[in-house]
């Protein structure tokens, strides 16, 4: 049974799931649709074309849909398809697509007060995107990826699964996956072990996985050069680490080094 408060504005058109709650002075316009489970909290709003999978919340005076901030939109359905288990906090913001698009959030993520996914974005599944945090249009967010506050990723830009974006941080190339990053601009600072150990990965891929952040950001070897030697590695995490290099071979040797 639904619970919608008698101030609650939902459009006829919206579809609602079974047990959805929605608070007072929320607003769902017309096609939203909201799976079972799913809370809006007061004054909380979802703007239409939007599919929020089971059990997603989204808090007081956040905005999930609407029009994306792009100078190039003319209009038309701006699309988002967020997966389950999903909290929007207070005053975080995610747009729809442009020309045809969708955002994509995935599963069981955290998206903290005040913070921003852009338009086309698409954010895989695990992550924490902490206060005031800021995602631009087209980037791509691989799973398990944690921004510390106040950190931005510039247009078009690729974070790696399991990285660590610390706070205040700017990026504007893209995030390996498995790393710490800091600073402005963004530089690879060491291996996220505390993500991995959280995350479940054994003890011994973090040993091979730490090996492989300091020979491949060395300040004293060519990078292309060490990323190539990781073939011999056996662990599947440094061949994914190296997959993931080798794969964006016009970017790599862009990556910024580790500063020490």
Known sequence: MNRVHPSAIVDPDA??????????????????????????????????????????????FAVVGGEPQSKTYRGGPARIVA??????????????????????VGDHNLIMVGAHIGHDAQIG??????????IAGHTVVEDYVTFGGLSGIAQCCRVGESAFVAAASVCERDIPPFVVVQGDRARVRTLNVVGLRRRGVAESSIAALRRAVRRVWSRSTIMADEVEALACETDPYVQQLRAWLVARSDVRDKIPKRSR
Do not use: M, Y
């Open 15 to 60: 579809k609602l799931g079974e047990g959805v709650e929605i608070g007072p002075f929320a607003v769902v316009d017309a096609g939203v649709e909201l799976e079972r489970g799913c809370i809006v909290h007061a004054h909380g709003v979802v703007r239409g074309p939007s599919l929020l999978g089971p059990n997603c919340v989204v808090h007081s």
């Open 125 to 134: 599944s695990h992550c924490v995107l902490s206060n005031s945090v800021q």
């Open 83 to 104: 997966g389950a288990g999903n909290v929007f906090r207070e005053h975080a913001t995610v747009h729809g697509g442009t020309e045809g698009r969708a955002t994509h």
